[in-house]
Each structure stands twice: as C-alpha cells, then as structure tokens.
C-alpha cells in the first residue's frame, strides 16, 4: 500500500511511501517501509528473556541491531543504532516488562544510501505497532536538507543529500509533535534549525496518517 504526501505552505513535496506489516512469522511484529528508493525491513522480537548481563531490575532493555545489505555494519550503522534505540526508549513503556528485553532487527532492503536513518525509524514504529508494544505515542522520522543557497528540501533525495551544506534528521512523536531525536551533519544556523524543525513537524503530521491509513487498511482487508 502506498499514498502520496504533499506538505503545504510551499514546502517541498514528500515523496510515495510503502508500507506491509506481518511479513515474517518468527518476529513478534514486522514491517517494511518504503521510502523513495530506500526500502527496510524491521523485525520486533519481544518482551522476551534478557542477559543477565543486560538486565535492568525496573524496566526492559532496548537493543537496535542493522544489519547492511552488503558486509558488516560499521561506525555509521552503530550511530543509527544508538539513534533508534534511543528514540525507542523514549515511546515504549518500558516499566510494564522489566527484567526483559525488546530488540528490533533493520535489514536494508536496497542499496540506496537516501535517508537510510529515517526510513529505519519509520519502519521500527510500525515493526513496533504490528508487535502491539505499549507505547506512549507513535513516532516518525523526517529528514531536512539545506542547499548550498540555503533552500530548505523535506525529504531529500540521494543527489540532493550529496550536494547538500547540512543534512538533519529528526524524530517526532504524535502526540505533542516534540523532537524526540535528532541527528545533523555539516553547518547551519540556528534559525535553519528552527525553520528545519518546524517543517519536519508539519510533515510528521502526514506521516502519521499514513500510519493510520496503513493499518485501516490492513485491519479492512482482515475482516
């Protein structure tokens, strides 16, 4: 299933996302996401028994591992990881189970390097929905280019990322619309943050209800 997204007040245009949940049978819950040429698959294995070693006596643990589609992760899967983990925590009730362990495994489904750390957090919250994991709120995750001339691109693609001054990512939740989690690369000014922030909020909006649109659907075809 995919629906077309458009932000108004002349922000640019986000591209088709995809969506299907339940594909694997062995994951609690699973998703893939598909964003412009970026596709994850994310699998949700949980409330489940934890390592000692890993074990929190007061609420579950969180583990976020990706897995490339070509070789072993690196420094920049490890720093997504440690983005979605994070982002993670912040939307489970994670006092409901403690003493065990939540872990979401990413599987880059093409090669494309476009918002790989949006489409991975994107995938996770509806991964983490499809396990009917409580949850605070929902989450989703925009991604905010600003050009050379200081134009401001939602949803960039792989050639507007590479010719870009600065590259920020963020992750809003649905309730209050509040930056959970952010993520940015080269230079910008402070009012670029703001203007970068306040689009990504207006997009999440979209966003969440494609979310909503997804699993209506999902739950229409069942009955």
Do not use: W
Not at 59 to 73: D, F, N, S, W
Not at 128 to 143: E, I, K, Q
Request: aromatic residues 6%; proline residues 3%; neutral net charge.
């Amino acid at each position: 299933m995919s629906i077309m997204m458009e932000l108004d007040r002349g922000c640019s245009n986000l591209r088709e996302y995809g969506n299907e949940q339940s594909l694997l049978s062995k994951p609690d819950g699973s998703s893939t996401f598909v964003q412009g040429d970026t596709s994850i698959l994310a699998g949700v294995y949980g409330p489940a028994e934890v390592k000692v070693s890993k074990e929190i006596y007061d609420r579950a643990t969180v583990e976020v591992l990706i897995q490339p589609k070509m070789g072993l992760p690196g420094v920049r899967e490890r720093a997504r990881e440690q983005c979605a983990r994070e982002t993670c925590e912040a939307a489970l009730l994670l006092t409901l189970h403690p003493r065990s362990s939540v872990t979401v495994i990413l599987q880059f489904g093409s090669l494309s390097n476009c918002q790989l750390l949006s489409c991975c957090l994107n995938a996770t919250c509806m991964a983490l929905m499809d396990a009917r994991l409580p949850m605070s709120h929902l989450f989703c995750s925009v991604t905010c280019a600003i050009s050379k001339e200081g134009q401001i691109i939602t949803d960039p693609t792989a050639l507007q990322e590479k010719e870009s001054r600065a590259l920020l990512t963020f992750a809003i939740d649905s309730v209050e619309h509040n930056v959970l989690m952010s993520s940015t690369k080269g230079s910008f000014s402070l009012q670029e943050l703001q203007r970068c922030i306040a689009i990504s909020q207006r997009a999440s909006e979209q966003i969440f209800q494609f979310y909503r649109e997804s699993v209506k659907r999902r739950y229409s075809k069942i009955k």
